[in-house]
């Protein structure tokens, strides 16, 4: 008789049965950490202090995955999620813990995650950069799906860990009036010719206005483009179309850049204040009060002096050289992305800074001979996520007195932290960015002086 192979069920990924399990405490993707069998489980959706229901979805040697079925026993930090959209789309995973306890949380992690890698001790933390929890982000990106069957267009957010685009009314954590105009749009763009052929749309809230950039695969025929036109004057918007090449053209008026201002005070014309513009496809922190504040903190704490030679690694279209280079200090700052390091020197030139210098060079690259190489005062990092352990290699020949360090990710915070104290640095401050309320993303920045 003919015998035939036939594959195993891949157990790791079968349901278990319902099982009855207490939460401790959360990891730093903001899931519920229980204890079964001598494995660690994670629990999306779970707080510490829970006693919860959930079945095993995968299975590995050390630890398990789990789906929260029910909260048995509910933790005081728990409350109702405010956005309808929350359990299907993927932009946010904590907003049924209190804002307090997201926060509290969040610097409990940054504290365990820099004492781990960078065996810093648990000691006090500056106070947090708070702001508001809801309707803080200032730009946003929204996806499009078009259904063949009922050939009608969806905008909306994609599902977590998914690539499905999931419908969505408005947006409890972007700003009011753009998370307004989601439902028009969608109205509008369903009624375009070339609906079947639209990429995402972007809504940004600037100091000079709210704009929108739709991509587009193919050149739109004029009735879509009377539509978007009208459409644009009808909500006070600027609108611009992305093409293939993506080039930006405006709709309806010549294309304008977003902006916003740092340094300036709200009772009073500050003369420090800097206005930086950037083009609909550049970085920007999405959440302006806090960037703010940010920026701010980091002047205070690097303390720019005029004459003082400061440099500003990762420093996109000049986010904090213009602030330094406004209080005096001769600053170089220096970019990866070339378009980003034009649109910098453009930003300097329109605020009349000429005591600024940027460079367009890989920062994960041999930069010994790179010509802004070599002493300087003080030294200013943000990178992405990977963090700058490459550029740090560097500090014996830069040798900065201060150094202030923001980071998107503290677990390169706390690996690129252990190399600044081999180098004979001392973290003197540490304390959490909150730019993203209602998630579990974690920001921070630390303060590192040389000690002599």
């Known amino acids: 008789m003919a015998q035939f192979f036939k594959a195993k069920p891949n157990s790791s ?14 990891d730093h993707l903001g899931a519920g950490i229980a204890q079964h069998q001598g494995k660690v489980v994670f629990i999306p959706g779970a707080l510490p202090n829970e006693n919860v229901q959930v079945q095993l979805t995968e299975q590995k040697k050390n630890y398990a995955r789990a789906k929260l079925i029910m909260v048995e026993t509910p933790s005081v930090e728990r409350v ?68 063949k069957n009922t050939k009608q267009l969806s905008l909306g957010f994609r599902a977590a860990s998914s690539s499905n685009v999931v419908p969505i009314s408005q947006c409890q954590v972007l700003a009011k009036p753009l998370s307004d105009l989601i439902v028009p749009f969608a109205k509008l763009l369903n009624q375009l010719s070339a ?18 950039v739709l991509r587009i695969t193919k050149t739109l025929n004029d009735k879509d483009l009377a539509k978007l036109s009208a459409f644009a004057e009808q909500h006070q918007i600027h609108l611009c179309l992305q093409d293939n090449e993506g080039q930006f053209h405006g709709v309806g008026e010549a294309l304008m850049l977003p902006s916003y201002t740092l340094l300036d005070d709200q009772a009073s014309a500050s003369p420090q204040a800097v206005s930086l513009r950037f083009m609909p496809g550049n970085f920007v922190q999405v959440n302006g009060q806090i960037n703010k504040a940010m920026v701010e903190q980091a002047m205070d704490w690097l303390a720019p002096q005029a004459g003082e030679r400061i440099l500003d690694l990762f420093c996109g279209m000049g986010n904090f050289s213009l602030p330094l280079a406004k209080m005096g200090a001769d600053v170089i700052g220096v970019e990866g992305v070339a378009e980003m390091v034009s649109q910098a020197r453009d930003n300097a030139l329109a605020n009349g800074l000429d005591n600024l210098t940027f460079y367009h060079g890989d920062l994960s690259a041999d930069l010994s001979l790179e010509p802004w190489m070599g002493k300087i005062d003080k030294l200013l990092l943000d990178p992405a996520r990977a963090g700058a352990f490459e550029s740090l290699q560097w500090l014996k020949k830069m040798k900065p007195r201060k150094v202030v360090y923001v980071s998107c990710n503290p677990a390169s915070l706390g690996r690129d932290s252990a190399v600044l104290l081999e180098r004979g640095y001392k973290l003197q401050k540490l304390g959490l960015i909150d730019m993203f309320p209602q998630t579990h993303h974690i920001e921070a920045m630390a303060l590192f002086e040389l000690v002599k």
Not at 201 to 212: K, M, S, T, V
Request: hydrophobic fraction near 40%; charge should be neutral.
């Open 80 to 147: 109702v999620p405010a956005c309808p959209h929350y359990h299907a789309c993927g932009g946010c995973d904590l907003q049924h813990m209190s804002l307090a306890g997201q926060r509290e949380h969040k610097e409990a992690a940054l504290l365990d995650i820099m004492a781990k890698f960078a065996g810093t001790e648990g000691g006090a933390l500056s106070p947090a950069l708070t702001g508001e929890g809801w309707h803080y982000r200032r730009r946003a990106r929204l996806a499009t799906l078009f259904d």
């Open 195 to 212: 609906k079947a052929s639209l990429g995402h749309l972007e809504l940004i809230e600037a100091d000079n206005g709210h704009f929108a």
């Open 13 to 26: 990924k079968q349901l278990s049965a319902k099982l009855s399990l207490t939460v401790n405490q959360l």
